[in-house]
């Protein structure tokens, strides 16, 4: 029944080998050599080709095609062209990238420099957040390692080709995962996202054309370069010929599987893999031998998929299918039968309320009545009429609306509404019970001051 | 006018100087500098930040609004000499991250974003730590705490040097 019994991992085969992460180990496993290869016999031109061709979508969340992404910076631009590697994962339930800088560095380095070849980009920023000093230690003695053997720096392996890799290290804000609160923060400035356009393959960080892309893209990108485009799209769920706009699913992808399972981890599976598969196959079943109640398919800003809902693919396109937002970050986290979706909600919109970073009135004003109100509801003082008003603080809050600048206020809004819309039964039980003569009122209420933010 | 150094060190103006060829423009430094600050005074007190503003060719008030945007760094006094940050978010918090945060802090008297009044240490609750496959987590310094439990709280607390109170 393992769907994964002829799927061979590639992206975390350096997991369980000893001293992975040092570029004896990465070059052994055949790494560095495609890199060489390229630059001796590809022009940049090839190498985006390649990747476009390969159907590689982005691993940050948004999905959207990598070599598609490429191609939107100007030809023949003067320079300098930047490269901006995102490491700020931030979203609750997601370690993949921590994974990847951690066992295999030099994987991701790899890709990050085929990438800016391909890009013409001359210098590199990996931002990475903060919360990882580990991450910080290996990709730094990566760095070190490669320059040593003549892969950064200066016309490299006489190509004519020059990149210098730096890390950027963030101060805990979620907001700088969005491409443009990174930009504005490597820039020195608070984190707030830009209007588009101008997008930042246009006019990025330091007013120059810019590529934002995600660590686990760069892993992907380094394995397309070794081996193919073939192989690449025999993995996962290809475009739906019906709909000239899916582009599909291709490549193997990392799942980040937390919560109430008994074995949380970070597997590699086909795109396309299913919630139960992942839970059963990888995860060792629920723990306890509990029941699943919900699951979220790729992070908390995605929503939730119920119980029968769990044999959904979890591709680019199945999450939205049963009213999630998307695939997100692939973060799966597994919700039991005993948690309360109140709970849920509760640690949903709190989070989005700390992470808000208030630049847009909808956004900072939504996410913090919001939790306001699920603070008021978990205090025995809800009305059924919050439910509505709650939805509604999700309808108009966001990029879809028209409302926000960036998508944050899209992921805080689509717990609420997906949520309610799911377990209305249970936050109507859960306020007529605990507010037994009030749960009726519609005149205005006070709000409860916050008190678990801070 | 002439301000003299008062906060940053020589050597942290040295390592500050020494990342600007990576950026093009200076206030690219901004936040290099205020963690080369916040590293080893613990807090950015606000004659440090008109001083890396100076460094910087910046207005103080430029480097103060970044400053202020991350809630990360501390101005007025210095965190504890150890700061745990325990994560709450979902993952962490289906597992119990909430009860051990709150364990912690009743442990040493304090509320979760305080210091104790000796300075030893701060707890506060972090949002997403990126290590869910060890949830409930903590990451102390450097350190992540995995798998947390109150016996494993407990043993924390032993080691940076609170006692039960």
């Known amino acids: 029944m393992k769907p994964s019994d002829t799927f061979q991992p590639v992206l975390l085969e350096a997991a369980g080998i000893k001293d992975g992460f040092s570029i004896e180990s990465y070059r052994s496993r055949g790494g560095y050599a495609p890199l060489e290869k390229l630059l001796a016999e590809k022009e940049p031109a090839e190498v985006v080709e390649l990747v476009k061709s390969s159907g590689l979508r982005g691993r940050g969340g948004a999905g959207f095609m990598t070599g598609l992404k490429w191609t939107f910076l100007p030809k023949d631009h003067p320079g300098p062209i930047y490269l901006c590697v995102n490491a700020d994962e931030s979203e609750p339930g997601t370690f993949n990238n921590r994974i990847l800088m951690e066992d295999d560095p030099h994987q991701v380095l790899e890709g990050i420099i085929i990438s800016a070849y391909a890009t013409r980009a001359s210098t590199a920023y990996i931002y990475l957040r903060y919360e990882y000093p580990k991450s910080w230690d290996a990709l730094q003695k990566a760095i070190d390692e490669a320059y040593e053997a003549g892969l950064l720096g200066d016309n490299i392996h006489g190509s004519g080709f020059s990149l210098d890799i730096y890390l950027h290290r963030g101060a805990a804000a979620y907001i700088c995962g969005e491409e443009t609160g990174l930009i504005e923060s490597l820039e020195g400035k608070r984190a707030w996202p830009r209007i588009k356009p101008p997008f930042p393959a246009i006019e990025g960080v330091f007013r120059k054309p810019t590529v934002v892309n995600n660590i686990e893209t760069m892993a992907c990108v380094a394995q397309i370069a070794r081996r193919g485009i073939e192989w690449f799209r025999s993995i996962g769920i290809p475009a739906d010929p019906n709909n000239p706009r899916d582009p599909g699913s291709y490549g193997p992808k990392l799942y980040c599987l937390s919560g109430h399972v008994e074995k949380p981890g970070c597997y590699e599976a086909p795109l396309g893999i299913t919630a139960r598969e992942l839970i059963d196959c990888f995860g060792g079943g629920v723990w306890k031998g509990r029941q699943v109640k919900a699951v979220i398919p790729g992070g908390i800003s995605m929503g939730l998929m119920t119980e029968d809902e769990l044999d959904t693919p979890l591709d680019f396109t199945g999450p939205g299918t049963v009213g999630c937002l998307g ?67 999700g309808d108009t809050m966001g990029m879809m609306p028209g409302s926000t600048i960036c998508g944050l206020a899209d992921g805080a809004a689509w717990p609420i509404k997906n949520s309610i819309t799911k377990f209305r039964d249970e936050f109507e039980n859960y306020i007529k019970q605990t507010n037994p003569t009030g749960y009726m009122e519609t005149d205005p209420v006070p709000a409860l001051p916050i008190v678990t933010t801070h | 006018m002439i301000v003299n150094r008062r906060i940053l060190t020589d050597d942290m103006v040295a390592r500050i100087e020494a990342l600007a060829s990576r950026y093009p423009t200076k206030q690219a430094l901004t936040l290099p500098a205020l963690h080369i600050v916040h590293d080893e005074l613990r807090h950015v007190p606000l004659e440090a930040v008109v001083e890396i503003a100076k460094l910087l060719d910046l207005a103080p008030a430029e480097v103060q609004d970044t400053l202020t945007f991350y809630q990360f760094f501390y101005q007025t006094k210095p965190h504890g000499k150890v700061r745990a940050f325990v994560c709450r978010s979902i993952s962490c918090a289906l597992r119990g991250g909430e009860q051990v945060l709150d364990h912690l802090c009743e442990k040493v008297g304090i509320k979760p974003g305080e210091t104790t009044p000796d300075g030893t240490i701060t707890i506060e609750p972090a949002e997403c730590l990126g290590a869910c496959d060890f949830a409930p987590c903590m990451l102390a310094g450097n350190d992540l705490h995995k798998d947390l439990t109150r016996e494993k709280a407990d043993a924390f607390l032993n080691s940076v040097g609170r006692q039960n109170e």
């Open chain 1, 327 to 393: 695939l997100g970050t692939a973060a799966v986290v597994v919700i039991d039968d005993t948690v309360s979706i109140v709970d849920f909600l509760h640690n949903s919109c709190r989070f989005f309320a700390h992470e808000s970073c208030g630049q847009c009135t909808p956004c900072r004003e939504g996410t913090n009545w919001s939790l306001r109100m699920l603070e008021r509801i978990r205090a025995g003082k809800g009305r059924l009429r919050d439910l509505d008003l709650l939805v509604e603080i």
